[in-house]
């Protein structure tokens, strides 16, 4: 199992910016792959990008996340980032970092009992 650590959530007014980073230690992180999720409260965690174990592969949620949010990954540093541009106040919410070694979960309904995940990171947009 990977050990997953979520940084760099924070208060931002609508229309900005934030990079959220993810470290991850213990097993080797390049053989898994990664993905960023976040819930609310109330409401179920949703998937919202993935990349594959080298990083030339991206999966995105099939809304208007896309376009506003990049995954990426630097597997010399076990880091898995997330940039988030002109952020919107319904972004807010708890952003969560999985690892998982199988692609293909990603592109089912994700069971949460399934891979790796951080203790997430709040992101809260307000003016």
């Known amino acids: 199992q990977v050990k997953l650590v979520e940084s760099g959530g924070g208060l931002v007014q609508p229309g900005g910016s934030l990079r959220l980073s993810c470290a991850a230690s213990g097993s080797s992180f390049s053989d898994y792959h990664a993905a960023w999720f976040r819930q609310t409260p109330g409401k179920e965690r949703e998937f919202v990008a993935a990349?594959?174990?080298?990083?030339?592969?991206?999966?995105y949620a099939e809304n208007s996340l896309k376009g506003r949010f990049t995954i990426s990954r630097d597997n010399a540093k076990n880091m898995v980032y997330l940039q988030i541009d002109n952020l919107k106040p319904e972004d807010t919410a708890v952003y969560y970092c999985?690892?998982?070694?199988?692609?293909?979960?990603?592109?089912?309904?994700?069971?949460?009992?399934?891979?790796?995940w951080g203790q997430g990171t709040q992101v809260t947009v307000s003016s």
């Open positions: 999985n690892a998982d070694q199988n692609w293909a979960n990603y592109y089912v309904d994700y069971d949460l009992e399934s891979g790796s």
């Open positions: 990349i594959d174990w080298r990083g030339s592969s991206t999966h």
